[in-house]
């Protein structure tokens, strides 16, 4: 049983770039996350679904965007990359019951240059 | 709006010690909390989660936390540490809103000397 699977595991990338970085759940669950991880922030959530077709902002959105065209995949696009977007992505899935679990993806290592 | 925080970066603690993670929180009404574990170049791994009931939950890997509601604590334990359990430990809180969300505090790294 895979889990999450995000690729790629490492990029990089020159200011301007774009990019797409790839979330896959086989788990069934109905909501997916994007979270970035930066040192002494711990995770902050950039942005999430709760359903196929359906996307929301989270806490840092900005030069982000997403798509959740099937059930299984959630993707994370950088239309034009910057260095303050040099971080580690992490993607979660988990089902809409109360107080569910998350499980992660074992992450993206992005450096913009 | 809920958050948590964990006010210790860095923790040591010698093998076969008892070990404390602290963690506040900061919510209106019930809180649902949570710790994950991540070990080096790994995603996120659930160790324990509150959401009623008994005070004293216990987790995965011999860990356990304790509920103090008066004290807004959530602190995560363990009766004797080992040097397998060095790791970055998250304290989290769900998002209240609706999305099933957490809301992670700024992570303690835990290191347990041989």
């Known amino acids: 049983n895979a889990g999450v699977t995000q690729t790629p595991k490492f990029r990089v990338l020159k200011t301007g770039q774009s990019m797409t970085l790839l979330c896959a759940q086989d788990?069934?669950?109905?909501?997916m996350y994007w979270y970035r991880q930066d040192p002494g922030m711990g995770l902050r959530l950039i942005h999430y679904?709760?359903?196929?077709?359906?996307?929301a902002k989270g806490e840092v959105p900005d030069g982000y965007n997403v798509s959740r065209l099937k059930k299984q995949n959630f993707l994370l696009g950088l239309e034009s990359a910057a260095p303050s977007q040099t971080s580690v992505y992490f993607c979660?899935?988990?089902?809409?019951?109360?107080?569910?679990?998350?499980?992660f993806g074992a992450g993206s290592r992005l450096t913009v240059l | 709006a809920q958050s948590v925080a964990q006010p210790e970066d860095q923790v040591n603690v010698a093998e076969g010690n008892p070990l404390t993670v602290k963690c506040t929180y900061s919510?209106?009404?019930?809180?649902?909390l949570f710790w994950y574990v991540q070990y080096p170049n790994r995603g996120l791994q659930f160790l324990l989660k509150?959401?009623?009931?008994?005070?004293l939950v216990k987790g995965s890997y011999g860990f356990e936390a304790e509920f103090n509601k008066s004290q807004t604590s959530f602190h995560l334990k363990k009766p004797s540490a080992l040097v397998s359990d060095s790791a970055l430990y998250f304290c989290?809180?769900?998002?209240?809103?609706?999305?099933?969300?957490?809301?992670f505090g700024t992570g303690t790294r835990l290191t347990v000397i041989p």
């Open positions: 989290a809180v769900r998002d209240q809103t609706g999305a099933n969300n957490l809301f």
């Open positions: 919510v209106s009404g019930n809180p649902y």
């Open positions: 679904s709760v359903g196929e077709g359906t996307t």
């Open positions: 509150y959401i009623t009931g008994d005070n």
């Open positions: 788990m069934n669950h109905e909501y």
């Open positions: 979660a899935s988990g089902h809409n019951q109360g107080a569910n679990v998350l499980t």
